[in-house]
């Protein structure tokens, strides 16, 4: 089929993306699904930091690709040997697909699968294949997905069956944002009640944590962002203290709240300065937990001495830590019951005529969360 998508040709142009265009919106050729792949339609798709990483240069990805890692859509046509899927199905796209069968995936742990890894590295589906073309030439995958599209052909092991009583433009969050924030405080810290918390960036991932943390019974917990908007959206969502960063005073601010640090500190900014923070608030004994991806060659000094007499930790967590088909629904669950306010942090929609001017004002922080409506018009 031919179809709308948004192409990226060329990474680290300048902004503002609304005039250099970065994403240029053309009619690409989609081939039907193959064996294991089902076609759907995306109905909403979120922008995400890490597309934008991907935009600026900072993570070099195969080009041209359609971009697009987070979304929810209705499953239009299966492939030859896909079993859990059928044409109505409402469905979340995950932008790992675990095969199920490699050392990690045996041991509960999909969201390091070697085989998506690789895949993912040549822009491919995870048989290897490509589906989308523009003028005879091949088109890449980004992160096996590509939703920035009005249709995707994804691995099956790409998708989670949802409820369909959860709008799918709140739906679209939970295969990034929702899995990474909230996966991080109950899969990778297994946050308890009572245990002192702070989060370091609160962009989409960082709220995330934040409702995660008051969900799991964290406290006090404290939101540290540079962004006074952002702090205050913070106090409203449950943080009980909010410390504005980038201070002489912030990281002080912090350890006199918590008599000497917190148990947890998350950092989901991406960024070194926000790491260095996280780690300076955390407490003896405390866990240093990041989900943030800055450019691949940084790199954190910290005192290795102190680190072993306080006996601290500092851990990655890469989707939350996440196996989908267990953490997705459980969650969705949770925000139906009124536990986690998702929806609270949708900025809105874009079209496909919006969609550069949409990643202006997040790489601004003038946004949460804003999707990509395929079928809205200009």
Known sequence: M?????????????????????????????????????????????LCHSDLSTIEGLRPRRVPTVMGHEAAGIVREVGAGVRRFSPGDHVVAVFVASCGECRYCSNSRPNLCTRSW?????????????????????????????????????????????DKAVPLEVAALFGCAVVTGVGAVMNTGRVRPGDSAAVVG?????????????????????????????????ISLGATHAVLAGTDRTVDEVRDLTDGGVDFAFEMAGSIPAMETAYAITGR????????????????????????????????????????????????????????????????????????????????????????RPKIAA
């Open 2 to 46: 031919l179809m709308k998508a948004a192409v990226l040709f060329e990474q680290g142009l300048p902004q503002p993306y609304e005039k250099s265009l970065p994403l240029r919106i053309q009619e690409v050729k989609l081939d039907p699904p193959g064996g294991g792949e089902v076609l759907i339609e995306v109905e909403a798709a979120g």
């Open 285 to 372: 004994g405390g866990t240093t937990i990041s989900a943030g991806l800055p450019n691949p060659t940084k790199t954190v000094a910290y005192a290795h001495a102190p680190m072993v007499s306080d006996e601290r930790t500092i851990k990655g967590s890469y989707m939350g830590s996440c196996v989908p088909q267990r953490d997705i629904p459980r969650f969705m669950e949770l925000y139906l019951a009124g536990r986690l306010p998702v929806d609270r942090l949708r900025s809105g929609d874009v079209s496909f005529s919006t969609l550069n001017r949409g990643f202006d004002l997040l790489s601004a922080g003038k946004v949460v969360r804003q999707t990509l």
């Open 118 to 162: 690789q895949a993912r590295a040549e822009g491919t589906l995870q048989s290897g294949a490509r589906r989308i073309s523009c003028d005879g030439a091949e088109i890449h995958h980004y992160s096996g997905l590509s939703t920035f599209a009005e249709y995707a052909v994804v691995a099956e092991n790409s998708l989670v069956k949802i």
């Open 202 to 234: 609160l962009g989409g991932v960082g709220l995330n944590a934040l409702i995660g943390l008051v969900a799991s019974g964290a406290y006090p917990i404290i939101a540290v962002d540079l962004s006074i908007e952002k702090l205050e959206l913070a």
